[in-house]
């Protein structure tokens, strides 16, 4: 069964799919870490793969920019395809001084301006949160692999040049808020409502506060961190 927005057979994707935004990163992933990468999904350019990890099946889904688009994917990958564990893996933007460039975040918890969850709950202020057993098995990994990190609440962000710039968001960091990016909580509510597993994990590639922001190239290296990380943590190794 095929949808608007993927072309793939039913058994093309693997229970666990890393999510990127960007799908030549989705491309990138299966092509420098996956064995045996075969394209599963093109769809509006938004790529698909399959491949394994470590002898293991996994697969990368590009969702686009936004919790819009990463909603249809997610939606789909969940409820056509039988995903049964998402983890978002992308950049952020550091809200706090203590989050330095090439730090990942892992986003404990995830706030968000968005009327994609605000609108669902009524007088009710949703929590979205990542899955503990995600959560704590990369924190394990990523100190054995001596992997600089935080765990915390993200903020999931409709707006990438908000108006105010830094000051737009108001009281945030001073509540723990350490990152901000577009599309974790979107994920975070989709995977609590259908009962599957989700995380999402970021490179900080620039801070909000110093300016200080990676060139190309060690985005590049930093990006291959976060990645590895991810696998591992998506096939249980």
């Given at each position: 069964m095929s949808t608007p927005h993927n072309h793939a057979k039913p058994g093309d994707y693997a229970e666990a799919v890393?999510?990127?935004g960007d799908p030549l990163r989705a491309k990138w992933i299966a092509e420098t870490f996956?064995?045996?990468?075969?394209?599963?999904?093109?769809v509006r350019n938004c790529l698909g793969y399959t491949g394994t990890w470590k002898g293991k099946p996994v697969s990368v889904q590009a969702s686009g920019m936004g919790?819009?688009?990463?909603?249809?994917?997610?939606?789909?990958?969940?409820?056509?395809?039988?995903?049964?564990?998402?983890?978002?893996v992308g950049t952020c933007g550091g809200l706090n001084t203590k989050v330095k460039v090439r730090d990942i975040i892992l986003a404990q918890g995830a706030s968000t301006d968005s009327s994609i969850v605000k609108g669902r709950f009524g007088p009710y202020?949703?929590?979205?949160?990542?899955?503990?057993?995600?959560?704590r098995d990369a924190a394990n990994k990523a100190d054995a692999?001596?992997?600089?990190?935080?765990a915390g609440n993200m903020l999931s962000s409709d707006i990438f040049y908000h108006a105010n710039g830094f000051e737009g968001y108001d009281?945030?960091?001073?509540?723990?808020?350490?990152?901000?990016?577009?599309?974790?909580?979107?994920?975070?509510?989709?995977?609590?409502?259908?009962?599957?597993?989700a995380l999402a994990i970021c490179t900080m590639t620039d801070c909000l506060?110093?300016?200080?922001?990676?060139?190309s190239d060690e985005r590049q290296s930093s990006l291959r961190d976060m990645v590895e990380l991810a696998l591992d943590v998506a096939i249980g190794a």
């Open positions: 890393l999510l990127p996956f064995d045996a990468p075969r394209q599963v999904n093109s919790q819009p688009s990463l909603s249809i994917y997610v939606h789909e990958l969940i409820n056509v395809y039988g995903v049964k564990s998402l983890i978002r202020n949703y929590a979205p949160i990542a899955d503990f057993g995600l959560l692999r001596g992997l600089k990190f935080h009281k945030l960091p001073d509540h723990g808020v350490i990152g901000v990016e577009m599309e974790a909580a979107a994920l975070y509510t989709l995977a609590a409502r259908f009962g599957v597993k506060i110093t300016h200080e922001e990676l060139s």
